[in-house]
């Protein structure tokens, strides 16, 4: 352990160097519709030849995977996890002494939203780390923001209107005459008659059967 310690420290000390000169990462930030309620965030990054920027899920005393942290999420809310359609690439890795996964070329990835108000902001920043065959730089963070307009006026009305509870049969109360007598009996309800009979069940239509 404390040998990669001490080799990931010579890597990154090299690195730092080189990160000043290169930026072999290169992100764009974009947003698509999925339906009438729902959007698709997109991150893509473009990556230089000989670099690869490491997936979500890395192995513990690995290199740092890629992560995303929603800082502010306004007239929306997350649906699910963070996942991305880019081939990932799996080989072990000499240097970290276990098996990798990464991205080469381009990577992106993919956060659904669903909207909730009129406008939507999510705020955040995404953090990854990059590395060729030879060094890799310290890991480094990318703000993000997506903006937009969202549910029409229209749309939230029967949003809250499928949201409004319902009221069960058994809470519905039907009013009905019988001998010149006015009862309230909940639907459903078995009744008798003082006298006996006859005798039945109260339908939600009122009927008496």
């Known amino acids: 352990m404390k040998k990669l310690i001490f080799l990931f420290g010579l890597l990154l000390t090299f690195g730092l160097g080189k990160a000043q000169m290169q ?7 974009s947003m698509t519709d999925v339906s009438k309620t729902e959007k698709e965030l997109q ?14 899920h890395i192995p513990e005393d690995g290199p740092n995977p890629t992560t995303f942290t929603f800082t502010s999420v306004e ?25 990798l996964n990464w991205y080469e070329k381009e990577v992106t990835f993919i956060q659904r939203i669903k909207l909730t108000g009129e406008n939507f902001t999510v705020k955040g920043y995404l953090r990854y780390m990059t590395c ?43 009013t009905f005459r019988i001998s010149k007598t006015v009862c ?26």
């Not at 991150?43 to 979500?56: M, Q, R, S």
């Not at 009996?185 to 039945?200: C, E, L, N, T």
């Open 184 to 209: 309230d009996f909940p639907a459903g309800r078995y009744v008798r008659m003082k006298d006996g009979s006859p005798s039945g069940v109260i339908s939600r239509s009122g009927s008496f059967f």
């Open 75 to 99: 007239g929306a809310e997350l649906v699910g996890e963070v996942t991305s359609p880019s081939k990932l690439i799996t080989k072990y890795d000499e240097t970290f002494g276990m098996e």
């Open 43 to 56: 991150f893509t990054a473009k990556i230089d030849d000989h670099w690869h920027v490491y997936g979500l």
């Open 23 to 29: 930026d072999p990462v290169h992100w764009k930030f």
């Open 132 to 174: 060729d065959d030879q060094s890799c730089l310290p890991p480094t963070s990318e703000e993000f923001e997506f903006t937009g307009k969202g549910l029409s006026a229209a749309d939230l009305a029967a949003t809250a209107a499928k949201a409004a509870p319902k009221k069960e049969a058994s809470d519905i109360k039907i």
